[in-house]
T-cell receptor
Framework: RKEVEQDPGPFNVPEGATVAFNCTYS??????FFWYRQDCRKEPKLLMS???SGNEDGRFTAQLNRASQYISLLIRDSKLSDSATYLC???????????FGAGTTVTVRA | DGGITQSPKYLFRKEGQNVTLSCEQN?????MYWYRQDPGQGLRLIYY???????QKGDIAEGYSVSREKKESFPLTVTSAQKNPTAFYLC????????????FGQGTRLTVV
């Protein structure tokens, strides 16, 4: 089983819709969780960290479910500019081996 | 401006040649990473380094080599032993490994001709 698994999508949604997807992880000792965004042919950039209590940044909400070992990302009121690939990172705090999920592709259509 | 710089942006290599990709950071980060990305695929870890003069193999290290002689620099050599080197290569750095944000360079597109 892979350490981190993501639904590759693509998720094709109309503008204004809500889209949500998960990232499951296998190591129950994981402590650090992040979502990155990657635009086509560009480098990934941090979208948001994921805290135990869940966190929100504008239209984006990230949550952690330790019991089921997954993190989620929800995008409300989707914009055309949200079209991208979303990558998750799950890690132990003292582990320098930084591995990314394969990514979930979201396409927002007009 | 603090950041991470990769060069060149595009690189063409003849079969059988070694090539070296440059990665420099002025963020004072201890950890540096090299990833490979193929079209439509995720990032696969090639090598990483926690500190100067130390580095570890990632998931796909065969056919690649690295050095970490300075904190700021982590060059990647794609050797002739790498049978399918055409890909997008990304370098990253972070202050404390997996517990902190990773910053990426803009990548190098390597094509074998």
């Amino acid at each position: 089983r892979k350490e981190v698994e993501q639904d590759p999508g693509p998720f094709n949604v109309p503008e204004g819709a809500t889209v949500a997807f998960n990232c499951t992880y296998s190591n129950s000792a994981s402590q650090s969780f992040f979502w990155y965004r990657q635009d086509c042919r560009k480098e990934p950039k941090l979208l948001m960290s994921v805290y135990s209590s869940g966190n929100e940044d504008g239209r984006f909400t990230a949550q952690l479910n330790r019991a089921s070992q997954y993190i989620s990302l929800l995008i409300r009121d989707s914009k055309l500019s949200d079209s991208a690939t979303y990558l998750c990172v799950v890690n132990k705090n003292n582990d320098y081996k930084l591995s990314f999920g394969a990514g979930t592709t979201v396409t927002v259509r007009a | 401006d603090g950041g991470i710089t990769q060069s060149p942006k595009y690189l063409f290599r003849k079969e059988g040649q070694n090539v070296t990709l440059s990665c420099e950071q002025n963020l004072n980060h201890d950890a540096m990473y090299w990833y490979r990305q193929d079209p439509g695929q995720g990032l696969r870890l090639i090598y990483y380094s926690q500190i100067v003069n130390d580095f570890q193999k990632g998931d796909i290290a065969e056919g690649y080599s690295v050095s970490r002689e300075k904190k700021e620099s982590f060059p990647l050599t794609v050797t002739s032993a790498q049978k399918n080197p055409t890909a997008f290569y990304l370098c990253a750095s972070s202050s404390q490994g997996g517990s902190t944000e990773a910053f990426f360079g803009q990548g190098t597109r390597l094509t074998v001709v």
